[in-house]
């Protein structure tokens, strides 16, 4: 074997210059990397960006000071007999379009909300003695000097605004009412609470249901399971359900427990059933890493001092993986807060208005609330809808975060 | 036999609040009664109501009685003779029906569209799949088919088959245009069927576009397609006149009074239709039909939201359907 | 087993192996080793990597159990009984045939809960005064308690390896085992660490039967009374420490024990 | 006695039943450690108690299931033997209807019945219930006794009662387990027998094979035949899931990873990495509207200006983008842990030879890590294909087979939300066509992540 | 330095490093280290785990810069030149100077691809034929050639432990580097591979400047001219190998020498 040395030259030009190209490719590498993340960050800024640009303006609302002077009004209550029947008796739209008219000039219903008389049977309620007095009383604008109070009017409304505004019976607040309220058809009088509460009722149904029988799965699929068909039949499931399209579940609980089980239509109890196989995967797929994390060399200490397999899991492995797995369950339950597809399936998005009671009672919930809002024509639904992006984007957001944060803080390396 | 079925009750079990399925076109003002109802009424659950489609609605509402069934079926067109036989069938035997009001079908397009101006026979022949039988449907344009027309392709918005506005499409417009033909009168004496799948049927090329269960789509779909015609319910039209605009009919506009007057082509009447064996069982159906009887007159909170109130003599018979739950005769229905 | 090797047992066995055979699979990891430990003697266990010490080790409390793979033939008493017969409970197997492996594996507790999660978990406190009574005794047995007494409650894994190490030891001693294994134990640690549990193991002697697995053939020596050397999962020698080390019958033995593999 | 009353009375015999049979335990052990023989226990006296108590509960508590499930059975033969019950009407639906609904009355779930003649039952009702509701109490509560007792005479010392009580442990952890293979089950089952109606009306050639669909038309009777070819969606479908939102996703990921593993500083990694999960985390519903309100009017005057013919509001490229950045996310942490998988040696390797970052990446990391890449990719189109609200809200209908990635096209996802929601038929072709739908998706979707997960687990492997 | 360290320096270094110190973050890993190293001699660095031998040698070809974490003091020149001054190409720095790793690492691409993957990046083949030639020579330096020259195209992860290891060398060779720096290349290896690869830095010897790191003492002994002996960051003594072996300066050098500890 003949070996001599060719040294190479290292410091000549064309060495020299092939070291430039080779730099500048590297740079232009690492540019490329950089772009396609501040690409996504940006995307990302963007679309929060837009729906807070929109949204922002769905959580307040205009409202008009309406004087009323009740006994010059057609109004006929009797002061000492307030009753809910009585009320609903008075004909109070009739008599709120009256007195607009009083004070606002001829025609000017439509500048209050159609659920503008609530207001007045609200104020009457509070204190019946009103009804001798001449009040004022503030009432919500109709959507359409709503929208032009905040900029984004027709011609005529801005007028109307404009006149309103001079005699300064015009105010904008915090639309608390946007909070507490559920659906409706005037988008200056919606509210998400309904179908948050909705959301709340199903993932409630679906946390006690998948984070239980998750756990169990992995536990057992960890921890016990000797390698058999079964086990592997288990695994192989396992794997698939947390890759089935989540409309496919939507079809499952359709058929199933709609046309099989004779379930409630558009319940929070069904949403949750349909949703928590949908997350149970999920949560056993975490589950399973948390606990594979938990080294063995902690199994090998608790079994060579006696323990027997069951106190191994639940006085040792279990406590250790609970971070790992809450995590897991945290992004489960954040996916399913988001989901719509299969909630459409169930009849989850009828016209609901009152905040559902129990499990059973039908439900929307947030993003098919979204959904249904997003096809809403008037224009006073989008600022509405973006609104209510904002409200589930916070609660995911901070799931998410609150997901990353127990990541970071309990990732352990043993 | 059958004590087992009874024994599954915990679905046949109860429900305290109304259920309503069914169209879209009557879906806001049937959205609209109830918020009223809840106002009116302190203490009751708001109803719950579904946008299925009149045909939809039609099969969920009389698959039978129970509390796992609609009490109301919102609908955009009258009850079919089919229906009412499979309601029957189901043991849906007393069914109300309540006129509520008039829609037009509106034809409509963006602010900056360029101005159709359309009849029925225009539209049946931009539409039909098949025009007088004569061959598949060729033309591209607007123009191709009445020269008067701009030179934009033909691009048509409309409901899909489920929906009422879809059956009064084809039975108010369609039917009419083809029936210019004297050779499709005949038919219709000849070939019933035949007659249907000429003058109904429409093209499926594209031109057509199935939008959905949701008139509201069509509208925001429309008002960004300068060039397209949008098929859908006159109060859409009416919510939206500041992105849309009408396009008139056989030189009729669809407005508030020529829909009311019938003078429109497109005008159709609305309905609700009840279930008679629901009316004790169900909390507050009763005082939901009222206000909806309250409601439906001219300047009533339901013609604000864009309905046409019907004529004074129907409104009448409604309201007496509404006193005395006078079930439907099915012998009347087509 | 040939009557040499026979006279080479000790004379009172605790523990007895009889041609032991585990598979792992297919694969045969111990290839029939037949061995006897006694409570007089420290027996160290020796051998180039992936012989088979930590495996044969493993079988004498049942640790192999858990390997879904292995399988054992053969006998192995502890006491006269067989330890792998039906009517044997693992678990309180276990308890008498303690084990104290490799790398410190303390709980992720304090130090109290470490000691006492094994008599809480057979019950073999009454109380918590017997509870702390067990631990201050184990944690004196395992050389500890002076270092540590003071902060009980503060968490094992915050010990350093050495301690970490007496801390699994005396894990083991306070539920009273008969015979304490050890994979390795001072494999992780430093010299100063290793010079503690060598001395310990010297304390214990006499109290528990104890084997010990190491690669390192001058700490068999310093610990042990009686070496086995495996390899290729055959015990190619066993006998006295001395004369292994010095006087090894086994060409094999000799190459190993004068590097010239491992 | 009515159910949660029941229910209390038993967890009381439970918390009973567990205190005396620890006790007992306890008392047997000290006795037994007098002798001093080790292990003379088997057990801690809690797993005596929690054996007992178990014993106590579990066989009245499966009764009371099963009683559930047999009394109304019972209770509805009592009433049609009662005289009430000869007048009802012969017509089965409308008998059983009125039963339940005098059932319901009865129970106090429903102030009036549907059905007149429910009212005349409701008292008979009343009666069986109340007499096969004290049977089934008593019987359950004498099962809670007979089971204690059974198991308070079997404590022992040398009794194995944590063996037992963690046998059950098991059992149910192992049943937990199969819940897995019955969703598996369900989804396939209902999908499966919803589809095989649909081909028996339905060519399956036709469906699979056809190029033209148009369910709304078959279901205004003009007949199935030519309205049920699946091409177009599918067509749509990987036009905007496996092309344009990969075209998007792919690079942006995979650079992402890229950068993010191999170039970021720690603080950047540790702000920027969250960002693109949350992106992750945002639910499709958002997606979707943003694509239709923001993406797909800007993409259609775009197309307008650059007189691209056909372009429409709800364009293929609108839901493709968005799903694209939907899925960068998922992409970039497949990437991420491809490359992490990839050995810290190999590019130890490459740069001790000198190579830059770049080329270490560009030559040695991605090669390597190509199959799991080419796995994880995989995995993104499978979910792609499946997202629904983005292309529901974003695609479009119109079922065109065309490349213009301007055009409307329409996808699986989104027909069966159109077939589904709305009409509410069940036997109708369109509506079966959802669910045949459903199971090509289902099956896709299912063979795309067998392979995908076998690529990424066997190169994988390849490394451990 | 003192003058007697300096004294047992070679005459005519390839390398040196003067007051070398790594940290970790805070954690000082190297202690201010003076070495040379030369091109006739093998210099093998000794010491127990964890004393920096590893951290040490990756100073010398700036393999370090790929731990955020490390730092580096002092100065290391390659033929006068200080590698980490600022005019340093790091590239070019580490063609020059080359390394193996203790895990054999081949890409997992062909065996030519792996020996052509250096010259490639680096241009030093400027056609094909060149390259070919490139492989070759350096797989026959390596002891390769024969046994894989009908299988080039294989790829490199099928070859055996020993030829990996070997094709690692290969691969280092191509890039024609002055100086070749081993990271215990036989731990992973079995006593044959590990006779081969130790001919093979016989053959190496005085065509490249070679340190290797070992943890096996008699390796140490067997293939070096020079020894290291490193402890806890410190190096306790450099030296002719012979001299290390047998006649230790330091209580430590001889302590660990005779298996006190590591
Ligand atoms: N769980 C297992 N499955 C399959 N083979 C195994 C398993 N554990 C060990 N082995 C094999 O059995 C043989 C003996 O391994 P064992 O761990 O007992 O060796 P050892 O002598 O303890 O080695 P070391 O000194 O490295 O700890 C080895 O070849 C090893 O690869
Ligand atoms: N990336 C790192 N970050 C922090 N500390 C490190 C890092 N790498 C090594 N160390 C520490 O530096 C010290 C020296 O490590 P090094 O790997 O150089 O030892 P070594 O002599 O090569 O040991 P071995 O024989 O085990 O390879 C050790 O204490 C080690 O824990
Ligand atoms: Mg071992
Ligand atoms: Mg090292
Ligand atoms: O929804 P429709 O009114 O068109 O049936």
Known sequence: MTTTRNPTDWKSDAMQRRIARRYAAERRFRLAGLAAVLLSVAFLAFLLGSMMGNGLRGFTSTQIALKVDFPASPLVLDPDAITDQALANANLPMVTAAIADKALGPDSEALLAPTAWTAIRDAIRADPRILSQTATIHVPAATAIDLAAKGDGTPDAEAAVDRLDKAGMLSTGFNWGFLTGSDGTDPAQVGIWGAFKGSLLTMFVTLILSFPIGVATALYLEEYARKNWVTDIIEVSINNLAAVPSIIFGLLGLSIFLNLLHMPRSAALVGGLTLALMTMPVIVIAGRNAIKAVPPSIRDAALGIGASPVQVVFHHVLPLALPGILTGTIIGMARALGETAPLLMIGMRAFIATPPGGVTDPATVLPVQIFLWSDEVSKGFVEKTSAAIIVLLVFLLAMNGLAIYLRNKFERRW | ACGDQAGGGASAGTRDQIRAVGSSTVYPFATAVAELFVQNNPGMKSPIIESTGTGGGMKLFCAGVGAQHPDIENASRRMKKSEFDQCQANGVKDIIEIQVGVDGLAFAEAKNGPGFKLTPKIVYEALAANPYGKGPNKAQTWKDVDPSLPAVAISVFGPPSTSGTRDSLAELILEKGCQSDEAMKALKEKDEDEYKATCTRVREDGKYVDSGENDNLIVQKLAANPNAVGVFGYSFLEENLDSLKDIPLSGVQATYDTVAKGEYPGARPLYIYVKKAHMQAIPGLQAYLDAFAANWGPGGALTKRGMVAATEEARKASADAVKNLTPLDGSALK | ?262 | MNGPALLLLLAGLGVIAWVSARARAIRLKVAAQATGRRGAMHSLPGYHGWYVALWTLAPSLLFLAVWGQVSPGLVTQAVMESPAAQSLPADGFTRSAVLGEARAIATGKQAGGFNPQSAALVEPYRAAISHYAMAGAALAVLLAFAGGAYAFTRIRPDFRARTRVERLVMATLMFASLIAIITTLGIVSSLLWESLRFFSMVNPIDFLFGLKWSPQSAAMGYGNEDAFGAVPLFWGTIFIGAIIAMIVAIPLGLMSAVYLTQYASPVVRRWLKPMLEVLAGVPTVVYGYFAALTIAPALRDLAAALHIPGASSESALAAGLVMGVMIIPFVSSMADDSIAAVPQSMRDGSLAMGATTSETIRKVLIPAALPGVVGGVLLAVSRAIGETMIVVMAAGLAANLTLNPFASVTTVTTQIVQLLTGDQEFDSAKTLAAFALGLVLFIVTLLLNIVALRVVKKYREAYE
């Not at chain 3, 192995?76 to 084990?99: C, F, K, N, P, W």
């Not at chain 3, 470490?114 to 631990?135: E, F, Q, T």
């Not at chain 3, 086995?228 to 020698?237: M, S, T």
Request: hydrophobic letters at 40%.
């Open chain 3, 1 to 262: 087993m040939t009557e040499e090797q026979k006279s080479l047992m000790p004379a009172n066995p605790k523990m007895s192996a009889r041609d032991v055979k585990v598979f792992y699979g297919a694969k045969e990891a111990i290839k029939g080793v037949s061995i006897d430990v006694d409570m007089d003697n420290v027996t160290a266990f020796i051998g180039p990597s992936g012989c088979g010490k930590s495996t044969f080790l493993r079988t004498l409390n049942r640790m192999n159990d858990t390997v879904a793979s292995a399988r054992v033939e053969g006998t192995i008493t502890l006491d006269g009984e067989d330890i792998y017969a039906s009517s044997m409970d693992v678990v309180q197997l276990r308890a008498r045939v303690g084990m104290v492996f490799q790398k410190p594996n303390p709980f992720p507790k304090s130090i109290y809960e470490n000691i006492a999660y094994g008599p809480r978990i057979h019950g073999l406190a009454a109380s918590k005064a017997d509870l702390d009574i067990i631990v201050e005794r184990s944690l004196r047995r395992a050389g500890l308690w002076e270092e540590v007494k003071d902060r009980l409650h503060d968490s094992g894994t915050a010990l350093s390896g050495g301690q970490q190490q007496r801390l699994c030891i005396g894990r083991a001693i306070a539920v009273e085992p008969e015979v304490i294994l050890m994979d390795e134990p001072c494999s992780a640690l430093d010299p100063i660490a290793t010079a503690k549990i060598e001395e310990l193991i010297h304390e214990l002697r006499g109290k528990y039967a104890i084997v010990i697995v190491t690669h390192n053939m001058q700490q068999a020596a310093r610990v042990s009374q009686r070496t086995a050397f495996f390899h290729l999962g055959d015990l190619v020698e066993y006998g006295v420490t001395t004369d292994i080390f010095t006087n090894p019958r086994q060409e094999r033995t000799k190459d190993y024990i004068t590097g010239r593999y491992g």
